[in-house]
């Protein structure tokens, strides 16, 4: 798989911008877009990226809940150079579960997927390549619903859902399709967070783990191993059961 031209959303901080340190070290690497909202941060990281290596690197700022924006985005980039990798990363944390906080999460994790992803799929279907690539950025939280953050874990179990069913689903057009779990990475969601982080990562570790397992073609790419084989035992349990746990794990203040 050569993966030389990436675009990338949410890539401002945490993941995101990890993302798009670590690709743009790689000497393969020729064009990366990154977008976000915060124009501040986005020039910060592009500098940074730029320093890395020879890839050229496109900012763009850009509201991931306005359909028209990202799909502009999308198909400008894929007519200057055909995407071979594209992250539907951004998301947003809820905090306080307020109606505006609630609507804000499903419109920027569910929406915003769907809208990072729906152009880039009718655009790699009219190629006959295989080097097409989607990643979305779910999150151990998607495995079973969280009290602590309803909206959050709701929103993350419906992109890793619909990942893993893209993944069969877009195999005849050669597309290739990596639902990523993170744990608790460093980003500015997790810098809200007073909660206990088990097996806390830094951004940096988690990009790489990301970036080579999409290389191999991991369809879920869920981390680290202990999270991930507890999050899994509670999502199969009787409610009876998984009640009793997860009423009694720490809330977020």
């Known amino acids: 798989m050569i993966i030389k031209n990436?675009?990338?959303?949410?890539?401002?901080?945490?993941?995101?911008?990890?993302?798009?340190?670590?690709?743009?070290?790689?000497?393969e690497t020729e064009n990366i877009y990154i977008c976000g909202r915060n124009e501040q941060?986005?020039?910060?990281?592009?500098?940074?990226?730029?320093?890395?290596?020879?890839?050229?690197?496109?900012?763009?700022?850009?509201?991931?809940?306005?359909?028209?924006?990202?799909?502009?985005?999308?198909?400008t980039a894929e007519k200057l150079t055909?995407?071979?990798?594209?992250?539907?990363?951004?998301?947003?944390?809820?905090?306080?579960?307020?109606?505006?906080?609630?609507?804000?999460?499903?419109?920027?994790?569910?929406?915003?997927?769907?809208n990072t992803i729906t152009p880039t799929i009718e655009n790699y279907k009219k190629r006959t390549d295989k080097d097409k690539i989607i990643a979305i950025t779910a999150s151990i939280a998607g495995y079973h619903g969280l009290p602590a953050c309803p909206s959050y874990s709701a929103t993350k179990a419906c992109v890793k859902?619909?990942?893993?069913?893209?993944r069969l689903n877009l195999l005849s057009h050669n597309i290739?399709?990596?639902?990523?779990?993170?744990?608790?990475?460093?980003?500015?969601?997790?810098?809200?967070?007073t909660c206990p982080m088990p097996f806390f990562m830094e951004a940096d570790q988690a990009a790489e783990i990301i970036a080579k397992r999409i290389q191999k073609n991991v369809g879920l790419i869920a981390f680290p191993w202990p999270m991930r084989l507890a999050v899994w035992l509670g999502s199969i349990l009787p409610n009876s059961i998984s009640d009793f746990i997860y009423k009694r794990l720490p809330y977020k203040v």
């Open 161 to 166: 859902t619909y990942g893993e069913a893209l």
């Open 41 to 75: 941060r986005l020039n910060i990281v592009k500098k940074a990226c730029q320093e890395n290596g020879k890839a050229k690197i496109h900012a763009q700022i850009i509201n991931i809940t306005n359909k028209e924006e990202v799909e502009n985005w999308i198909n």
């Open 82 to 114: 055909p995407l071979n990798l594209v992250f539907a990363n951004a998301g947003v944390a809820t905090l306080e579960e307020t109606p505006e906080n609630i609507y804000n999460t499903f419109n920027t994790n569910v929406m915003g997927v769907i």
């Open 6 to 27: 990436i675009l990338i959303t949410g890539a401002s901080s945490g993941i995101g911008e990890a993302l798009a340190l670590y690709y743009s070290k790689q000497p």
């Open 176 to 193: 290739q399709v990596n639902t990523i779990c993170p744990g608790f990475v460093r980003s500015r969601i997790t810098d809200k967070n």
